[in-house]
């Protein structure tokens, strides 16, 4: 029968929480964590399906002077309240140490379990990233001139020619595109340059005791125990996110469990520091996803005027023939290869922008990270990574993006007229754009959901 594990008791559980409280951490730590609008931490996220790692550099949890504002989250959830957070962080030892029968059943040693949690701490500064609330977002333009631009390019193509044997051998064993795996290696860590520094293990242990998402971050804590015992890294190795994503493609705890690989045969399973299980790790995840050898992710369309938006639904899923007979042709004015394969419908700026036909390998890409923008950047740096041009049709730039007192705004005049029936919050997910879509139609614009001022002004004013 499994024995309780007792983490010795270094301090007070007052002189704890004050140090927790005084937890230092950088200013330019991410600021993802939940299935917030991608394009607003732009500079912070890129990975996860409720999490976020990081494209650009994240905070050290050991440097800078930042702590926790002390402050409710912005969610309303109870248990982000500055009274339960101060709560569940004086009971954080006991947290941790409840966890012990959940690490032996996973086959983690009694001393494996007291070696690795021996002095963790938690990070109360995190429990502000998880509930942080953009005041403004990126368009779509913006977001794909920063992460796609020429010296990433000269990085990627630098990282092609240097593991070509490990590429070379990744796409025979996995069938998955090479410039696919070299785009996602850039635009989470630019080439492993910025993975991010703060503790795995200290980050998810901190989320799997104190705020509202615990029960999710309990598994990913672990996970990451079950990878150290095992001896696959090291945790000085496992530094990334705030929310527990590392290394250069920014694997979370449970993902490298399902996906890693042992590549080299070296008897670990190394995404940080060896390419070759890096490259395979990362395809291995993509295959099992779902991708589909020898298919690109979608094309770019010109989609013509007087088009029916309400069709530029994900769930709206027709042949390229069907989308042709529309009117919709490619944007470069080549035939579509294979007219039988199906798509959705993308239109990331509206009808003043361009348009995408979006097949099942661009839905594999959003399995590695849900949102629309960040694999449409993907697919379109691999592309460029293989010496294909930049898109064809001219983004709307006069746009400017809406605050979020603007979009909360747009929100609450949407429900008073009857098309929405949530609960304005300032972010704008797929409830929000179909209640813009059938406030668009009504009054004749075209329905593509599109979030634009003159949307806003053309609310006011009805």
């Not at 500079?43 to 930042?66: E, I, Y």
């Not at 070296?266 to 790790?281: E, K, Q, T």
């Not at 099992?288 to 938006?309: A, I, L, M, S």
């Not at 509206?350 to 390998?361: D, K, V």
Request: hydrophobic share 40%.
């Amino acid at each position: 029968m499994t024995q309780s594990v007792k983490r010795p008791v270094r301090r007070t559980g007052a002189v704890i929480l004050a140090a927790a409280l005084l937890w230092p951490v950088s200013t330019s730590a991410q600021s993802a964590g939940g299935p917030l609008d991608f394009l607003s931490n732009i500079f912070k996220s890129s990975r996860a399906d409720l999490t976020g790692s990081t494209s650009p550099a994240q905070s050290s949890s050991t440097g800078g002077a930042q702590a926790w504002s002390g402050e409710d989250g912005a969610s309303g959830h109870p248990l982000m309240t500055a009274s339960a957070i101060r709560q569940a962080a004086a009971n954080f030892d006991n947290c941790i140490a409840s966890m012990w029968p959940d690490a032996a059943r996973r086959n983690i040693s009694e001393e494996s379990f007291q070696r690795f949690t021996a002095g963790l701490t938690p990070d109360l500064r995190i429990m502000d990233l998880l509930d942080s609330q953009p005041e403004f977002t990126k368009s779509v333009w913006d977001y794909l001139d920063i992460l796609v631009n020429d010296n990433r390019l000269a990085k990627g193509r630098e990282i092609l020619a240097r593991y070509k044997p490990q590429f070379d051998e990744t796409e025979r064993a996995y069938g998955v595109d090479r410039y696919i795996i070299a785009a996602i290696w850039g635009i989470e860590s630019n080439y492993s340059t910025q993975m991010g520094d703060r503790s795995v293990l200290q980050s998810t242990a901190t989320l799997a005791c104190i705020g509202r998402r615990q029960d999710y971050f309990r598994n990913e804590f672990l996970s990451a125990l079950e990878i150290l015992h095992r001896g696959d890294l090291s945790p000085e190795q496992m530094r990334g996110s705030w929310a527990g994503a590392f290394g250069p493609t920014q694997f979370m705890p449970t993902a490298f469990k399902r996906y890693a690989v042992d590549a080299d045969g070296d008897g670990r399973r190394n995404v940080v520091d060896d390419p070759a299980d890096l490259i395979a790790s990362t395809a291995n995840n993509l295959k099992k996803d779902g991708w589909q050898t020898g298919q690109p992710w979608g094309y770019e369309v010109v989609v013509p005027k007087g088009f029916n938006y309400m069709l530029a639904d994900r769930a709206r899923m027709m042949t390229l023939a069907q989308w042709e007979h529309l009117g919709l042709k490619r944007a470069t004015g080549q035939t579509f290869p294979l007219s039988s394969e199906k798509a959705y419908l993308l239109a990331p700026a509206g009808a003043e922008g361009p348009g995408f036909l979006m097949l099942q390998n661009f839905r594999v890409i959003m399995k590695y990270n849900p949102a629309e923008a960040y694999a449409l950047a993907i697919g379109h740096f691999a592309d460029r990574l293989r010496g294909g041009q930049p898109f064809v049709q001219a983004w709307p730039r006069q746009e400017r993006e809406l605050s979020r007192a603007e979009r909360l705004e747009l929100q609450q005049l949407l429900a008073r007229r009857g098309f929405y029936r949530g609960t304005p919050d300032g972010q704008f997910g797929g409830e929000t754009r179909q209640a813009l879509r059938g406030f668009q139609a009504s009054i004749g614009a075209p329905a593509d959901g599109f979030a634009s001022s003159e949307m806003l002004d053309r609310l006011r004013s009805n």
